[in-house]
Nanobody
């Protein structure tokens, strides 16, 4: 399994970015794709997840209403649309996949390489 994340960058507070994660190496029909983030000196935290089959989504309270996770099954790609960005959203963002659908990073076996998101005030 390979996950390739991209789309990070530098943006001003209030701006938007869209992250992408391309998955390959197996069928993901029974899997969940999640986004996590890790800021310097902090633990990796859950952001959002979506189930490949059915598209059920779930968000951390800190991003609810601002971030949207979506997928394109034909492209094996999951997106994280981030709007109304805040300086506290600054972190390295990772995509990960697993069958359990947990919000706990411990349960995820497959991870992308991470993409830096920096929000300036």
């Amino acid at each position: 399994v390979q996950l390739q994340a991209s789309g990070g960058g530098l943006v001003q507070a209030g701006g938007s970015l869209r992250l992408s994660c391309v998955a390959s190496g197996r069928s993901f029909d029974t899997y969940v794709m999640a986004w996590f983030r890790q800021a310097p000196g902090r633990e990796r935290e859950f952001v959002a997840r979506i189930r490949w089959s059915g598209g059920i989504t779930f968000y951390a309270d800190s991003v609810k209403g601002r971030f949207t996770v979506s997928k394109d099954n034909a492209k094996n790609t999951v997106y994280l649309q981030m709007n109304s960005l805040k300086p506290e959203d600054t972190a390295v963002y990772y995509c990960a996949t697993d069958e359990t659908g947990s919000s706990d990073a411990f349960h995820y076996d497959y991870w992308g390489q991470g993409t830096q998101v920096t929000v300036s005030s």
